[in-house]
C-alpha cells in the first residue's frame, strides 16, 4: 500500500484567520516578514491609521467632475488666480458648519453600531448579554443604504464568522404620519422603537414628564424578535385556511417562514399576515401550500413557525403617529443564531421603510443619528436659530416666557395688521366635535378638520387634555381629514369627549364666571390674571363689543355694556391689532386708570361722566390735553360721574380717554388719547381751526393730509388781472410727486 509522504499544513483563505486561536498574532507573523530591517517591526498596530476606511466607489469620472472647482480671486489685470492659501473643501464646510449647525435634518451620520462575538449572544432579553473572551470590539457609525452583506465576519475584528452588531439612535422624521418599517434579513433579529411617551432632552436626558408617563428607562416597545423558529398555541379556521395567533406572538413571526404542528399540512408557508401590516389587527396570519389544504384542523391547535439558518424572512411594522422634526429612539440587533456556524450561511439584513407620503425606500444614512450626536442648543448653526426664533405661521412667542429684559424686533417691511375684534361665541368658535385621546400623545383623530387651522385652540368638555377645562392645547400641525397635532402631551385620556375649537388671534384667555349688574365674578378656580381694561369678553349671548374694566381685583372686572348671566364659559379677546406693552410695569392699574368720556364735554364743565369710577378716589391727579396743570378729582366719584376742582380747557368729545392717577409723575403714556384732533376742533368731515384760534400757521415743516379744502368769502374774490402779481406761494407735493404752487395774497 502506498503511503502518504505529504500532510497539507496551512490556512483556510475564506475563513479570514478565524480558524486560528490568535487571529491577530498570526497577522503580526505575516507582516512582520515584508520588513528587511532587523531594528524595525510592521505589526497590526501599524495599519491603524487605514483601519475602517472603507471604499467610497469614487472613479476616474468622479475625480474629473471637481477638476476646476478651487475658488479663485481676480487680479487688477482681470486674471482669475487661486486663493493662496488654498480654501479647501473642509474650510467651505467648516464655514457652511457655522451656519447649518449639526443637521437636524437629513444630516445623520448613521446609528451607533455595536459589534459582539459569538460567545457574547445569548438570545435573552437584551440578546448579548454572555461575557466574550474576544475582547473589546470598537464601535463605528457604518451604515450607509441599510443594505448589508457580510461575506466573512461581521465586523474585521471578530474572533470568527458568528456574533452581531447592535445598531442603535435616533430616526428623524420629514413629515408627519405613520411610517412603516421593514427588516428583512437572514439571520435573527430585533427591532425596536422608542415608545409612545418616552422623550429626551437636548441632552439625552429622558424628561421628568416622560418618566412620570412611562416609567425611568421604559426607552422602547418591542416590535420584532424573529430567531429560527417560534412555538404558539393558536385557533385555527381551516375553512378560509387562517390561524389567529396572539398579538404578543406576531412580532415572532416573518414573511417566509414555514409552519408545522398537528392539523398542519407539511409544506405549509405563510401567505399573508393580518393584510401586511404584521402589528395591526386581530392576529390572523393566512396559510398557503401547494399540495391542498394547509389546515385539517380545526380549533385549538400548537404550532411552530420555522425557518432554516440563512434563509431571509421579512418582518415589517407600523409606527404611531410621527411628528415631522422630532428625534425618535431605534434600535436593531442582527445576530447569527446560537449553534449556527457563521461560515456556512449566507449574511444579510436590509432596513426599509415606507414614509407617510412616499414609496418605500432604504433606510438611508442621512436619516438616522448616532446616539452621541449633537441635538444641543450649542450645536445648533445661524439657521436654525433663526428659525427658533420666528414667529410661524399660527402665532408664538418672541424671546420665551422667562426672557429678561428687552426683545428687539425688526421688520424690513411694512406690519400689516388685519385684525378684526370679535363680537360673539359663534364667531369665534371654528368647530366642535367629539373625538376620543390618550394619556401622553399629542395626537386627536378626527375625520372632517375643515375650518382648523394652524394656531387654533382646543378645549374639551372635561380634563383630560390638560388639568384644567379652561386651560387648552393649540394646534401646531393639521393632517387633512385625519389628525391633529397639538403642542402638548394630554395629561389623560378620553372617550367620546366634545372638543371645542375656537379662533386664535387676538386670544387672551377663558374663565368660568357669572355676572350680575355688570359685575362679573369668577368662579372655579378662575381670576383675572392676564386680563386688561379694553379687552373684549364673549359669552354665549353677550352683546356685541363688551369691554372690560379691571381694578386690580383678583375675581371681578366690570362689564360695558351692563349685562348679566349665570355661571358659563366666558372667553377674552384684545380690542386691537396690536398691543403695547412695553408700559406695563408703568402703568399699575392700581395707581393708574384710563377713563372713557360717554358723552361730550365743553370748555369749562367741572364734572364729566365716564364709563366706570372703579378705584378712582378723591385728590387723584388728572391728566391730558383739556385740563389745566393741578386738576384734581374732587371728592369720591359718584356713580359714573367724575368732579374736577378745575374746569376743563377744552372740549372733550365723547369717547375720548384720559388719565388719572395717585402716583407722582406724568402718567399720560398710559392712557393715549383716541382724540386726535386738539389743538382743532373734530367734525365729521374733519378738523377745524377753533373760534378762539382760526388761522392756521406753519413756520416750519411739511403738513401731510389727504384732502384740503377752502371756504372763501364770494365777496373778497375778484378778477385776476395781467398787472396783479403775486410773491407768496403755498406749495403742495401731490401723489404724483409733482409739486404744485397755489398762488397766495
Known amino acids: 500500500m502506498a503511503r502518504k509522504i505529504f500532510r497539507r499544513v496551512g490556512l483556510r483563505r475564506d475563513f479570514n484567520f478565524a480558524d486560528l486561536s490568535d487571529p491577530k498574532e498570526a497577522l503580526n507573523n505575516l507582516l512582520d516578514t515584508l520588513v528587511d530591517d532587523i531594528d524595525s517591526t510592521f505589526i497590526s498596530e501599524d495599519l491603524d491609521a487605514i483601519r475602517n476606511i472603507f471604499a467610497e466607489g469614487l472613479t476616474n469620472n468622479g475625480y474629473q467632475s471637481i477638476i476646476g472647482s478651487a475658488v479663485q480671486t481676480t487680479d487688477t489685470n482681470g486674471i482669475n488666480q487661486p486663493i493662496i492659501p488654498r480654501i479647501t473643501y473642509q474650510n467651505r464646510l467648516d464655514k457652511f458648519e457655522v451656519t447649518s449647525g449639526s443637521p437636524r435634518l437629513n444630516g445623520g451620520n448613521g446609528l451607533t453600531a455595536n459589534y459582539f462575538n459569538q460567545d457574547a449572544v445569548e438570545e435573552t432579553t437584551e440578546v448579548f448579554t454572555g461575557i466574550s473572551t474576544g475582547g473589546e470590539i470598537p464601535s463605528d457609525t457604518f451604515w450607509e443604504n441599510g443594505n448589508f452583506d457580510w461575506t466573512g465576519k461581521i465586523h474585521p475584528q471578530s474572533v470568527n464568522a458568528a456574533g452581531g452588531v447592535k445598531y442603535e439612535g435616533y430616526f428623524i422624521p420629514q413629515a408627519t404620519g405613520v411610517y412603516n418599517f421593514s427588516l428583512d434579513s437572514s439571520l435573527g433579529y430585533t427591532a425596536d422603537f422608542q415608545k409612545d411617551g418616552y422623550e429626551e432632552d437636548e441632552n439625552g436626558n429622558q424628561t421628568a414628564a416622560s418618566i412620570a408617563l412611562v416609567g425611568a428607562g421604559n426607552t422602547y416597545t418591542e416590535q420584532a424578535r424573529v430567531g429560527l423558529a417560534h412555538t404558539v398555541t393558536v385557533t385555527a379556521d381551516a375553512a378560509n385556511d387562517k390561524i389567529t395567533v396572539p398579538i404578543t406572538s406576531l412580532r415572532n413571526v416573518g414573511y417566509g417562514m414555514s409552519v408545522s404542528g398537528i392539523g398542519i399540512r407539511e409544506g405549509t408557508t405563510i401567505q399573508n399576515i393580518d393584510g401586511g401590516q404584521i402589528n395591526i389587527g386581530n392576529g390572523e396570519i393566512v396559510l398557503s401550500n401547494n399540495d391542498g389544504d394547509p389546515l385539517t384542523s380545526n380549533g385549538m391547535l400548537t404550532v411552530t413557525f420555522f425557518r432554516d439558518a440563512g434563509n431571509d424572512v421579512k418582518h415589517n411594522f407600523n409606527t404611531y403617529l410621527l411628528e415631522k422634526y422630532r428625534k425618535y429612539r431605534v434600535r436593531f440587533r442582527v445576530f447569527v443564531p446560537a449553534g449556527v456556524n457563521g461560515f456556512t450561511i449566507d449574511k444579510n439584513a436590509r432596513f426599509t421603510y415606507d414614509p407617510p407620503d412616499g414609496t418605500t425606500q432604504f433606510l438611508r444614512y442621512n436619516n438616522l443619528y448616532s446616539l452621541d450626536y449633537d441635538f444641543t442648543n450649542a450645536g445648533k ?365
Request: proline letters at 4%; charged letters at 15%.
Open 381 to 745: 448653526g445661524n439657521f436654525n436659530k433663526f428659525l427658533d426664533q420666528s414667529i410661524l405661521f399660527g402665532g408664538g412667542l418672541i424671546g420665551g416666557t422667562t426672557q429678561p429684559g428687552y426683545v428687539k424686533v425688526k421688520s424690513l417691511k411694512k406690519v400689516d395688521i388685519k385684525y378684526v375684534p370679535k363680537t360673539s361665541l359663534g364667531g369665534i368658535t371654528r368647530r366642535s366635535f367629539t373625538a376620543n385621546w390618550t394619556a401622553g400623545s399629542k395626537r386627536i383623530s378626527v375625520g372632517d378638520t375643515t375650518d382648523i387651522e394652524v394656531g387654533n385652540y382646543i378645549f374639551a368638555s372635561t380634563t383630560g387634555l390638560t388639568g384644567n377645562t379652561n386651560t387648552p392645547v393649540r394646534v401646531v400641525q393639521v393632517i387633512p381629514n385625519l389628525t391633529l397635532i397639538v403642542d402638548q402631551k394630554f395629561t389623560g385620556s378620553g372617550t367620546g369627549q366634545t372638543l371645542t375649537v375656537i379662533n386664535h388671534r387676538g386670544f387672551v384667555k377663558r374663565v368660568t364666571a357669572d355676572a350680575n349688574s355688570g359685575t362679573l365674578t369668577m368662579r372655579g378656580g378662575s381670576n383675572t390674571a392676564g386680563l386688561k381694561s379694553k379687552m373684549i369678553a364673549i359669552w354665549n349671548g353677550s352683546t356685541k363689543y363688551t369691554g372690560i374694566t379691571t381694578s386690580g381685583n383678583n375675581t371681578q372686572i366690570t362689564l360695558s355694556p351692563s349685562q348679566g348671566f349665570g355661571t358659563r364659559a366666558v372667553y377674552f379677546y384684545e380690542s386691537r391689532g396690536l398691543v403695547d406693552q412695553s408700559l406695563t410695569a408703568f402703568c399699575v392699574p392700581a395707581q393708574t386708570r384710563c377713563l372713557i368720556v360717554t358723552s361730550n364735554a365743553t370748555t369749562g364743565d367741572t364734572s364729566l361722566t365716564v364709563e366706570s369710577t372703579t378705584g378712582i378716589g378723591n385728590g387723584w391727579t388728572v391728566q391730558g390735553f383739556p385740563f389745566n396743570p393741578g386738576t384734581t378729582v374732587n371728592g369720591a366719584p359718584s356713580g359714573t360721574t367724575v368732579n374736577l376742582n378745575q374746569p376743563i380747557i377744552k372740549d372733550i368729545a365723547a369717547g375720548a380717554n384720559f388719565t388719572v392717577t395717585n402716583s407722582g409723575g406724568d402718567r399720560q403714556l398710559c392712557c393715549p388719547p383716541t382724540d386726535t384732533s386738539p389743538p382743532f376742533n373734530p367734525t365729521e368731515e374733519g378738523l377745524n381751526t377753533t373760534a378762539s384760534e382760526p388761522n392756521l400757521k406753519l413756520n416750519d415743516g411739511n403738513i401731510k393730509f389727504d384732502e384740503f379744502t377752502a371756504t372763501i368769502d364770494a365777496n373778497k374774490v375778484s378778477t385776476y388781472s395781467d398787472s396783479d402779481k403775486s410773491n407768496n406761494r403755498l406749495k403742495f407735493k401731490g401723489g404724483d410727486g409733482v409739486t404744485y404752487d397755489l398762488l397766495c395774497v
